[in-house]
């Protein structure tokens, strides 16, 4: 049996991965603020009964930690880990208004993905067949090349790249796999809102697919779609000055906070 604990599964990726995974006969752990929701992911998914939710703020370490020990105590050996709770909004650093949003976006796609692996790193290592356990982070292709009037997002996804990276070199050892998601453009609540062309737009259910089958295999860096991935190795090898001229005039996603 596969249990599997996912935050941000109230919509999105987090409730495609909830999807597959339960499909796949796994037990699963759902976190999100909106409880409704989680209750209704909860009841059409298979096996509806073993599925436990917990309804918080990712911001909110006390209860995500409470959130974990409940987890643990019900199924006893976890092995996935998913942190795919994340914000995405426009911000622009001349702008003082814009200070809190960078805190928020800050809190939610970095400090929380350390607070959801945090409490069940002990349980891993001490339970048997770690080659099964996998911490999973979900990024963003916007953290490989800082995007303009993404200033807060890509640097919370490239800071997931970095954290992950580190945090698997720390785990090597102990057999726990860290695996880092990059998702392309996916047909979300949080793409929906753009007005931009975004190019080999994904749906999440098929992204989900692809997801479980890294996380599985234990790919330590995963970009999905396979289109976006040459894309971001193109992307990492541009100099500053060309990267600078197509990108500079890239389009920017609505700011929150104006």
């Not at 996912?6 to 409880?35: F, M, N």
């Not at 939610?108 to 409490?119: D, E, K, R, S, Y």
């Amino acid at each position: 049996m596969t249990t599997v604990f996912i935050t941000g599964a109230s919509s999105g990726l987090g409730a495609a991965l909830a999807e597959c995974y339960a499909l796949q006969g796994a037990v699963l752990g759902l976190v999100g603020r909106r409880g409704d929701v989680l209750e209704q992911l909860r009841q059409r998914l298979p096996n509806a009964d073993q599925h436990r939710i917990y309804v918080l703020d990712v911001t909110d370490h006390v209860a995500l930690t409470e959130a974990a020990a409940d987890f643990i105590r019900a199924v006893g050996k976890v092995n996935v880990v998913i942190s795919s709770a994340g914000i995405s909004v426009g911000t622009l650093t001349e702008y003082t208004d814009d200070l809190p949003v960078f805190s928020r976006v800050m809190e939610i796609n970095v400090m929380a993905m350390v607070a959801t692996f945090a409490p069940f790193i002990v349980n891993m290592k001490q339970v048997g067949g770690h080659e099964q356990c996998r911490l999973v982070g979900v990024a963003s292709v916007a953290g490989i090349r800082g995007l303009p009037g993404a200033e807060a997002y890509s640097a919370s996804k490239a800071a997931v790249i970095s954290y992950c990276e580190s945090l698997r070199l720390e785990l090597k050892a102990s057999g726990i796999r860290v695996v880092t998601i990059v998702p392309g453009y996916i047909d979300t609540p949080m793409t929906k809102v753009n007005t931009y062309a975004m190019p080999f737009l994904m749906r999440p259910e098929k992204f989900a697919v692809k997801a479980i089958e890294a996380i599985t295999t234990g790919n330590s860096y995963k970009v999905i779609p396979w289109q976006m991935g040459i894309v971001a190795k193109i992307l990492r090898t541009l100099p500053n000055f060309l990267y600078d001229f197509i990108f500079s005039k890239a389009p920017h996603k609505a700011r929150v906070s104006k």
